[in-house]
């Protein structure tokens, strides 16, 4: 059975460092970008699921999430918002996300939740 392939964009490489590790010790396939545009632009090669962050350098990912729940090709990836915002599940909801997360979280809350999304 192929590994299931995650996109997690966030800013902030020590994140995106944890994550991937956490992540890649679940089993998963883990591509990560800091750069917000690179998720807005995918084309081929998606993910199975987006974990994004709400505020990234250049793009807002509020933007990117509904940009990508109104195209065709990428309306059906489960996409879980991270931040550190006090209002991340009202933004989240709001952006149209299937999920979020506020950080810091725990480990178990992440593995959890990529679980729910990211079963067949």
Do not use: H
Not at 24 to 44: F, H, L, P, R
């Amino acid at each position: 059975m192929p590994k299931k392939k995650i996109l997690v964009a966030d800013d902030d490489p020590a994140i995106l460092d944890a994550i991937q590790i956490m992540l890649e010790d679940a089993g998963y396939d883990v591509v990560t970008s800091v750069n917000g545009e690179t998720v807005y632009k995918m084309e081929k090669s998606f993910p199975d699921l987006l974990l994004l962050d709400i505020w990234m350098s250049g793009m807002d990912g509020r933007d990117i999430c509904r940009y990508l729940k109104n195209q065709e090709v990428t309306c059906n990836i489960p996409i879980i918002m991270i931040s550190a915002n006090k209002d991340t599940d009202k933004m989240a909801k709001d952006a149209g996300a299937n999920d979020f997360l506020a950080k810091p979280f725990q480990m178990n809350d992440l593995l959890e939740k990529v679980a729910k999304y990211t079963k067949s």
